[in-house]
Nanobody, 118 residues
């Protein structure tokens, strides 16, 4: 059974960089055909796809975030990370790490609340 667990600060100040880590267990992030995504849901809004890193290490960015995102991985720890720069209160959301496979998102982390406030 694949499990994903987000970790990171719950509170970030405006203009800072948010950094979140997803730890994956029960499967390797380098396994062929899987993509590892970051998705968020601001309060009262729908899901927003932020980007992904594939099994080969190639990254995929969302133009919506205008180059504020950076996704990387540490294969020795079976983790992948999200950095979101220049945060504002509009970046307040629940952040999820999600496994993607064959045009679906099949395993989700429980989500972590991030609040941007001074």
């Amino acid at each position: 059974q694949v499990q994903l667990q987000e970790s990171g600060p719950g509170l970030v100040k405006p203009s800072q960089t948010l950094s979140l880590t997803c730890t994956v267990s029960g499967g390797s992030i380098t396994t062929n055909s899987y993509y590892w995504n970051w998705i968020r849901q601001p309060p009262g809004k729908g899901l927003e796809w932020m980007g992904a890193i594939g099994y080969s290490g190639r990254t995929y960015d969302s133009l919506f975030f205008k180059s504020r995102t950076s996704i990387s991985r540490d294969t020795s720890k079976n983790q992948f990370t999200l950095q979101l720069s220049s945060v504002t209160p509009e970046d307040t959301a629940v952040y999820y790490c999600v496994r993607g496979y064959s045009n679906s998102w099949d395993y989700w982390g429980q989500g972590t609340q991030v609040t941007v406030s001074s």
